[in-house]
């Protein structure tokens, strides 16, 4: 009878998550904390860490079925792989932008193809340790900085990447506040980052409701790849600009793009499980994601130097940085170290400038990329 | 197109960074134009906002 009961309470645990954690589960779990603490604590990017945390915890207690097909986050990954969640989280993003920045001075422009020198040094950098070439281009594209992009072009080319890829470019653009101030610092003197700008010209409403319509027709023109995201970022804009269609725009900005940043915060945490994650792939992907952050943080600055060899009015080059997509982080980076720096500079409208180019940037170097793989 | 080697990977790259450079210096040409735009007319936030 002691033997049948031991036999009872045997099969009873095995039947619980107990019987299957393993240490690696343990890790993700600490891992999915430690994003928690950095929101609550430090205060980074908590709208996508808390989710993406706490979904990471509960994708690693093993048992039940919200990770396996037919799963609660299995749903909310599916629209994920999909594509459908990337371009209403740009709808979202478009609405609440103000491109006013970078139509008025379209010079700084450039700096959101200057700054994105990291997605090539990651792609090159990961082709040499094994990657296809279509993974390294997707792994590469984390040094865009901007989420939705880079699970856009994951997904069409190496959609088994995708939780590293995705989790290595939510996580790298909340900690920028981390990882882009000691780069600025090592290549710029103090008197560079004390540099004022001059105000900016003011933006006509006609120009902001123009503006969506040209872009979008020039970038799915030369890019029709990723249209669905910038004919989405363009729709919000436009639904924001025009000014008499409110509602939508703040449906667009607010209660829609509230659900999908619930939906993808939970997709990305439940990639998270350990049983995939704890490869050595994973831990190649994420430092090859920082090695491209830290590139093309340089670049954006090192972009801004040489114009300014060229320019008569020059530029602060902590603007450069801002050229990484990641709205409006990059920019905020920016202005805080110029604000330590020199308490009278105050650089956020001008960094918003080449932040929003770097949307941009990031979409023209991913449509090339799916272009030249010969992906549509 | 590129082939699967690390050469592809540089070739890619070189190709990719200089050529964004190219579209978005367009852009930016586009956009240094859109100041003209206001000679067609001046648009009411006010007008807007009373809808329809």
Redesign the interface.
């Known amino acids: 009878m002691w033997d049948q009961l031991l036999t009872f309470l045997q099969a009873l645990l095995d039947q619980t998550g107990a019987a299957k954690f393993w240490w690696g589960n343990a890790v993700m779990i600490l891992v999915g904390g430690t994003m928690i603490y950095l929101a609550l604590a430090k205060k980074y990017e908590p709208f996508l860490l808390i989710g993406i945390g706490f979904a990471c915890i509960v994708s690693n207690v093993p048992g039940s079925d919200l990770i396996l097909p037919g799963g609660l986050f299995h749903y909310a990954y599916q629209g994920v792989a999909l594509l459908i969640i990337p371009p209403l989280i740009f709808l979202g993003v478009g609405a609440m932008t103000d491109f006013g920045p970078m139509i008025a001075n379209p010079k700084l422009v450039i700096l959101g193809a200057g700054a994105h020198l990291g997605i090539f040094v990651a792609l090159i950098g990961a082709k040499a340790i094994g990657f296809s070439i279509a993974e390294s281009g997707a792994i590469g594209i984390i040094g865009g900085a901007d989420g939705p992009m880079a699970i856009f072009v994951t997904m069409k080319l190496a959609p088994h990447l995708l939780p590293q890829i995705s989790v290595a470019a939510y996580s790298y653009m909340a900690l920028m506040p981390l990882i882009q101030p000691p780069v600025m610092k090592l290549l710029t003197s103090k008197k560079e980052r004390e540099m004022t700008m001059p105000p900016m010209r003011k933006v006509s409403r006609l120009e902001k409701i123009i503006f969506p319509i040209v872009l979008a027709v020039i970038v799915n023109m030369f890019f029709p790849g990723v249209a669905p995201l910038i004919t989405m970022l363009m729709l919000g804009n436009l639904l924001k600009e025009v000014l008499m269609v409110d509602r939508l725009a703040r449906t667009a900005g607010g209660g829609l793009m509230n659900v999908i940043t619930i939906t993808l915060t939970l997709a990305i945490g439940s990639t998270m499980a350990a049983d995939s994650f704890v490869t050595l792939k994973t831990l190649e992907i994420v430092l090859l994601g920082l090695i491209a952050f830290v590139f093309g943080t340089g670049s954006g600055v090192l972009t801004a130097k040489i114009m300014n060899l060229f320019m008569k009015n020059k530029i602060n080059p902590l603007l450069g940085s801002a050229g990484i997509a990641s709205v409006p982080i990059a920019a905020r980076v920016s202005h805080v170290v110029a604000n330590r720096a020199n308490p009278e500079n105050f650089l956020i409208y001008h960094a918003m400038g080449p932040n929003l180019a770097g949307v941009f940037g990031t979409a023209i170097s991913g449509g090339i990329m799916l272009a030249l793989l010969g992906v549509q | 197109?590129?082939?699967?080697?690390?050469e592809?990977?540089?070739l890619?790259?070189?190709?990719?960074?200089f050529?964004?450079?190219i579209?978005?210096?367009?852009?930016?040409?586009?956009?240094?134009l859109?100041?003209y735009?206001?000679r067609?007319?001046?648009?009411?936030?006010h007008d807007?906002?009373?809808?329809?």
């Open positions: 197109m590129i082939p699967d080697t690390v592809g990977a540089i890619l790259s070189v190709i990719d960074f050529l964004s450079f579209i978005i210096g367009g852009i930016g040409v586009v956009l240094s859109f100041p735009l206001n067609l007319g001046e648009v009411s936030d807007l906002k009373a809808g329809h």
